[in-house]
């Protein structure tokens, strides 16, 4: 059963477009939600992160919007540039530390 | 080194065949994860240790997954009798805290094909 349930699969903008990838959860009991970006060949690395007692968050170009009641959150990616091409995943923090990432979803920004 | 190291980067097993992956996390860092990925799927938990103590491994997908970190520092995931299901990338993260945030260092992963 997936933990963390994310879309969409594929996404395609244009340069300066704003991609959006949603992800929503069931457990109640998750209490930390980070956004991993990871380029091929590459392992994931951290990009954005937040706490479910916080709407919003911003860091430069990259938002996370989180709707605690329906257990919804989102990464918004500002002016999105080619370089921004890679694949994204939310991933939920369970107790003990372990983490529950969704599926991942792949970007391509075209020049 | 400056972030964390996974050998070898890959490694092609006869069904059958034990195969060991190994980990270098980042110096000081006490939390290390084993994560498996399969071809367009995110991360799956594998297996967690504090220093040398595995706290969880309730991912190991069956007995012949194996993973240790004997003295706190180097791990390894053993594989006994790999199955063509086996394959995937085996992603190994390491973080500072004991607490983890979430900023989860990942190695560039070792990807396993089993023939």
């Known amino acids: 059963q997936q933990q963390v349930k994310q879309s969409p699969q594929s996404l395609i903008v244009q340069k300066g477009g704003i991609p959006i990838i949603n992800c929503a959860y069931e457990?109640?009991?998750?209490?930390?939600f980070p956004w991993y970006q990871q380029f091929p060949g590459k392992g994931p690395a951290l990009l954005i992160a937040?706490?479910?007692?916080?709407s919003e968050k911003k860091e430069g170009r990259f938002t996370i919007s989180f709707n605690k009641s329906a257990k919804q959150f989102s990464l918004h990616i500002m002016d999105s540039q080619p370089g921004d091409s890679a694949t994204y995943f939310c991933?939920?923090?369970?107790?003990?530390?372990?983490?529950?990432f969704g599926t991942g979803t792949s970007l391509t920004v075209i020049p | 080194g400056a972030g964390v190291s996974q050998s070898p980067r890959y490694k092609v097993a006869k069904r059958g065949q034990d195969v060991a992956l190994r980990c270098d996390p980042i110096?000081?860092?006490?939390?290390l994860f084993w994560y498996q990925q399969a071809l367009g799927q995110g991360p799956e938990f594998l297996t967690y240790?504090?220093?040398?103590?595995?706290?969880?491994k309730s991912g190991l997908p069956s007995d012949r997954f194996f993973a240790e970190r004997p003295e706190g520092s180097v791990s390894t995931l053993k594989i006994q009798r790999t199955q063509q299901e086996d394959s995937a990338v085996y992603l190994c993260?390491?973080?500072?805290?004991?607490?983890?945030?979430?900023?989860?260092?990942f190695g560039e992963g070792s990807r396993l094909t089993v023939l």
């Open positions: 937040i706490r479910p007692d916080v």
């Open positions: 240790f504090q220093n040398e103590a595995q706290l969880d």
């Open positions: 457990n109640t009991a998750f209490d930390y």
């Open positions: 110096s000081g860092h006490v939390s």
């Open positions: 993260a390491s973080s500072l805290q004991v607490v983890n945030t979430g900023e989860l260092f």
């Open positions: 991933a939920a923090r369970a107790t003990g530390n372990q983490f529950y």
